[in-house]
């Protein structure tokens, strides 16, 4: 529908699929692990957006009254990702390639 094609590579245990228009990366897609949907975590969509340094921008997140839901952590060699939340309970999700 949108012109994509898609990429696999294994990642953190699961499969992360990285989805491409013309050459560059424009999405990426991960399933819930088997731990997050017995523990009733619903199936959902986490808009990501493209930051120089996660955990500076969830530190900073964090001092305007935001929350750090998932602390920056590596996604093998993929990237550095993170989640926070806004003090209105709107989350998004940090994005540092590697």
Known sequence: MFG???HEQRANGGVFTTLRLG??????LYQ???VHRDNGVPQHWTP???VSDAADTA???GSLGGAVIVPPFAVSS???????????G?????????
């Open 4 to 6: 994509w094609t898609s």
């Open 23 to 28: 050459g560059e990366d424009v999405g990426s």
């Open 32 to 34: 819930l692990s088997r």
């Open 48 to 50: 990501y957006v493209r």
């Open 59 to 61: 530190r900073r997140a």
């Open 78 to 88: 993929i990237a550095r990702i993170a989640l926070i939340q806004d003090s209105g």
């Open 90 to 98: 709107g989350q998004v999700g940090l994005w540092q390639p590697v």
